[in-house]
């Protein structure tokens, strides 16, 4: 096994896949250059001269420019490198599309069809309160429910506190009703109980007008001012779901009905080289079997946007990629805030220097498939094939975000680890074997084998099959821990 990987034939570093020290050897091609500091694995190397002003190349384009002289064998990080990004930009559509590299396969996974055609990977019965004030009321329902039922035969029981529903205005507040009126939606559950207090601005009645249609017998209704005891009459409707959803059973759904989240999160060196990578060589299979992926974290697509722009489907989906860009970095421009404050002290420890070099890494787990769709915050999924999310690049906020739009399972990758879950099955996948090893009990699937030998076709194969596992009901390390929450994305003021 090498020591290092160049990614293209144009960078002038290369990726440190050891901890090197000050004076050791490292062979590039035909020559040697020695080592003038400590290199921790995963960041980056110069193996050429790159001047004050120069561009620093990874992945074959700019992720910045040295702010001195860089000799050969010298790190190359923020101590002498800094971003090329300032202020907005204009684009122009220049599309580039690429030919997915995959047959369509009759595949099928057992999924919970429900009676309005979608599909869910597991059967849960939630409490979702539509304003803060209730959370309490509704963690005495669950455990009173699960003294009643300490062995129930569905998969989860859960209350999805949060802190809204009252004292917002705007978008918030209708972004909050959104995010709750999917999340109630969700084919994940087989059973929901809504639980408002009675005098919060998110109204049952206003919030009904979010959640459509619906199946009386799998969503009801309370109000805890209208009742004399809330934690009698909430258990006794919750009772009343259980019985309806724990006969539930799996059918043969096809894959195409995948509904796939793309995340990442204390990232690292590595996840541009392995974890990425091999989580968009899975959206590119999932797409070209009729499936569906989102890509989200907007401010981590800046650097990279110009990628995926290319990829639009058509001058309709460009012009709302430039709005999502724009509109993100109107959003700190707004706040007085600088726009590329990014990346994370984390980040920067695990060997990523810039904003370019993280975008130009996260984006990786989009793949090459055309991007079909560009969704706003708590929108539901119109269009098979890949979509871009409009949501922050905070981990939970934008997992949940990838849950509210529909997806069923998210794939986390991760070198630094983490041990938090979303409201759907969120799959953690360690950039580098040592995590891996390490955090057993937070790492789902290891894609640091691809730097042991194991090939992206392999890896691919091996990540698609336990997917279906997933899906089929296997539980993930953070569901064996009880670690399921939402967040909800919050712009605006408090009353």
Known sequence: MTNYIQIHVLDNVVIALKDFLGGEILEVGDQQLTILAEVPRGHKIAIRPIAQGEDVIKYGVPIGHATQDIQPGEQVHVHNAKTNLSGTMKYSFNQKLNALQHEKQALT?????????????????????????????????????????????????????????????????????????????????????????????NQISQLKKFIGDYDDKRIKFLVAQEVEDEVEAGLKLLEELYETMRYDQRSACPVSELKIGLKCGGSDGLSGITANPLVGSFSDFLVAQGGTTILTEVPEMFGAEHLLMERAENQEVFEKTVSLINNFKEYYIKHDLPVYENPSPGNKQGGITTLEDKSLGCT??????????????????????????????????????????????????????????????????????????????????????????????????ELFNEIVNIAEGKKLKHELSGFKEIAIFKTGITL
């Open 109 to 201: 996974f057992q999924g919970f069809r429900r009676e309005n055609g979608k599909v869910g990977v597991r059967n849960e019965l939630w409490i979702v309160p539509t304003v803060g004030c209730v959370n309490g009321q509704a963690d005495l329902i669950i455990s009173q429910f699960k003294a009643a039922n300490p062995a129930t035969d569905i998969d989860n029981v859960q209350v999805f506190r949060h802190s809204y529903g009252c004292s917002q205005l705007g978008d918030d507040h209708e972004n909050t009703q959104k995010a709750l009126a999917n999340l109630i939606n969700h084919p994940n559950a087989g059973g929901v109980l809504v639980m408002g207090l009675g005098c919060e601005n």
């Open 364 to 461: 990786q787990k989009g793949g090459t498939a055309t991007i079909v769709d560009v969704l706003n915050y708590a929108e539901p999924l119109k269009k098979n094939g890949l979509n871009l999310l409009s949501s922050p690049g905070n981990d939970l906020v934008a997992a949940s975000a990838l849950g509210f739009s529909g997806c069923q399972i998210v794939l986390f990758t991760t070198g630094r680890g983490t041990p938090f879950g979303s409201f759907v099955p969120t799959m953690k996948i360690a950039t580098n074997t040592a995590l891996y090893e390490k955090k057993r009990n937070w790492i789902d699937f290891n894609a640091g084998k691809l730097l042991e030998g194991c090939t992206m076709e392999q890896l691919t194969s």
